[in-house]
């Protein structure tokens, strides 16, 4: 089995919707150990919808859309790390986090911490927008502090060329292309644009010599 973490550097950046062109992209399973907020779809049904691909049940599906660790407090519960061992599938595991990496599980435990215990290379998904090379690079140095191997940046949203390479060149990371924002927003559209924009090739590479290591 070969497993790929997808985070990014804050939340409502289009990690989910680079989730699903992944998962579509290797045909791959996913999974969202902690959905927070029943609203509308959750995620898992974004990503099921858009790839049509099959996505595992959340290990915790709570209904405040707020950090986990609030949303289980809300409902009289905590979330146990300890339950959620990224799972076996055959081919290729897509385990997205909730928000950016120092957002809590518990008053303990960050998911930082539950992906640096996972051991998994790990996607960083970053906006083009102002302030996100501060937020791109600080990340990518608490991974790295954290012990967790980094396949690359994904940069969504309008072209940033200059922003781009700076992010690339301050943090030693490989560009692993960047998703436009899609006017229309079907599978297909998605597949295109992910073809089209992201180097899919590296992210092939890092699972390989992962199954390697």
């Not at 790929?4 to 989910?16: N, P, S």
């Not at 120092?102 to 998904?125: E, H, S, T």
């Not at 090379?133 to 967790?148: E, F, P, Q, V």
């Given at each position: 089995m070969s497993?790929?973490?997808?985070?990014?550097?804050?939340?409502?950046i289009?990690?989910?919707?680079?989730?699903?062109?992944?998962?579509q992209a290797?045909?791959?399973?996913y999974w969202k150990p902690v959905q927070s907020g029943l609203e509308e779809e959750t995620d898992s049904q974004i990503v099921s919808r858009l790839s049509g691909r099959p996505a595992l049940p959340e290990g915790y599906l709570l209904q405040l859309p707020a950090s986990?660790?609030?949303?289980?407090?809300a409902e009289g519960a905590e979330i146990d790390p300890d339950s959620l061992p990224l799972p076996e599938?055959?081919?290729?595991?897509?385990?997205?986090g909730a928000g950016g990496l120092m957002v809590p599980l518990n008053r303990k435990?960050?998911?930082?911490?539950?992906?640096?215990?996972w051991g998994a290379p790990v996607i960083l998904c970053a906006r083009t927008q102002l302030g996100?090379?501060?937020h791109t690079l600080l990340s990518l140095k608490a991974l790295r502090d954290a012990g967790c191997p980094v396949v690359g940046v994904a940069f969504i949203g309008d072209a940033e060329p200059m922003v781009e390479e700076t992010i690339c060149q301050f943090g030693q990371v490989a560009h692993l292309g960047r998703l436009p924002v899609l006017g229309e927003l079907t599978s297909d559209a998605l597949a295109v644009a992910f073809q089209a924009s992201i180097r899919v090739d590296l992210i092939r590479e890092a699972l390989a010599q992962g199954e390697m290591a």
């Amino acid at each position: 089995m070969s497993r790929l973490i997808v985070t990014g550097t804050d939340t409502g950046i289009g990690k989910t919707i680079f989730s699903a062109g992944l998962v579509q992209a290797l045909g791959a399973t996913y999974w969202k150990p902690v959905q927070s907020g029943l609203e509308e779809e959750t995620d898992s049904q974004i990503v099921s919808r858009l790839s049509g691909r099959p996505a595992l049940p959340e290990g915790y599906l709570l209904q405040l859309p707020a950090s986990p660790h609030l949303s289980a407090e809300a409902e009289g519960a905590e979330i146990d790390p300890d339950s959620l061992p990224l799972p076996e599938v055959d081919g290729v595991l897509v385990a997205e986090g909730a928000g950016g990496l120092m957002v809590p599980l518990n008053r303990k435990v960050l998911y930082l911490d539950l992906f640096a215990r996972w051991g998994a290379p790990v996607i960083l998904c970053a906006r083009t927008q102002l302030g996100t090379i501060n937020h791109t690079l600080l990340s990518l140095k608490a991974l790295r502090d954290a012990g967790c191997p980094v396949v690359g940046v994904a940069f969504i949203g309008d072209a940033e060329p200059m922003v781009e390479e700076t992010i690339c060149q301050f943090g030693q990371v490989a560009h692993l292309g960047r998703l436009p924002v899609l006017g229309e927003l079907t599978s297909d559209a998605l597949a295109v644009a992910f073809q089209a924009s992201i180097r899919v090739d590296l992210i092939r590479e890092a699972l390989a010599q992962g199954e390697m290591a």
